[in-house]
């Protein structure tokens, strides 16, 4: 079973948590999700681990999955960190964009060269096309 | 002279591109700023380069920088892509952040070993503190 990062913006929007929450339920078909939190972040996680903490856990589960999933529709440093992370490490990168939100995405992300860039609409349609992208 | 790569982010406000104004007249003082665009972006960019002639023209500025310097207020894709690719490529990383603005810091920012945080409230005195905190 294939292991799966997902990444989204911590900060984003009550329509991104619901976008991610989707993708989480379709990518739990596809592999084992290791940041499923990310869809339903606890209020509780950062008075009880630290920044240091939490940066350290997360970079280890980056770097033992088998390939990092990254909504990238919202702008996030931590997600920006995560994308470039796998790549040095060589997880393999998934990009999922919704251009109908209408913001374009940024250059490093959209031309670097180890990207895999899908746009979707629909949570449900990206993860087929995720499913059609993977070897 | 040192080679400052300086990053923000491109689709900041005008609040951001004054305060990135301010930091790169300040960084020219302490070396030479390869981006200096960022202050001040170019309309035209996207017309005359594609988005993988950004990143890799970019790419090649950060690998061949002394130093990373970026503002991380606002959130970024291309900021975090930026910091993590630096951090690979074993180019310090120093990040200005203004807690004033209110918006919490990224914990894969602020928790990662590698970054040294200044956090400040004018751009001139974010300078004075790096100029400081340099070997």
């Given at each position: 079973m294939k292991r799966i990062y997902f990444a989204g913006s911590i900060r984003g929007g009550e329509t991104d948590r619901e976008v991610y929450r989707r993708l989480i339920?379709?990518?739990?078909?596809?592999g084992e999700v290791l940041t499923a939190h990310v869809g339903d972040p606890s209020p509780d996680e950062g008075r009880t681990l630290s920044d240091h903490e939490i940066h350290d856990r997360d970079l280890a589960?980056?770097?033992?999955?088998?390939?990092?999933?990254?909504?990238?529709?919202?702008?996030?440093?931590?997600?920006?960190?995560?994308?470039?992370?796998?790549?040095?490490?060589?997880?393999?990168?998934?990009?999922?964009h919704r251009p109908a939100a209408g913001r374009r995405l940024s250059a490093m992300i959209?031309?670097?060269?180890?990207?895999?860039?899908?746009?979707?609409?629909?949570?449900?349609?990206?993860?087929?096309?995720?499913?059609?992208?993977l070897p």
């Amino acid at each position: 079973m294939k292991r799966i990062y997902f990444a989204g913006s911590i900060r984003g929007g009550e329509t991104d948590r619901e976008v991610y929450r989707r993708l989480i339920t379709a990518l739990a078909e596809v592999g084992e999700v290791l940041t499923a939190h990310v869809g339903d972040p606890s209020p509780d996680e950062g008075r009880t681990l630290s920044d240091h903490e939490i940066h350290d856990r997360d970079l280890a589960w980056l770097r033992s999955a088998d390939l990092l999933v990254a909504e990238v529709t919202s702008a996030s440093l931590g997600v920006g960190y995560e994308i470039a992370s796998a790549l040095a490490a060589g997880v393999p990168v998934y990009c999922l964009h919704r251009p109908a939100a209408g913001r374009r995405l940024s250059a490093m992300i959209a031309g670097s060269p180890g990207v895999h860039l899908i746009e979707y609409s629909e949570p449900e349609e990206a993860v087929a096309s995720l499913r059609l992208a993977l070897p």
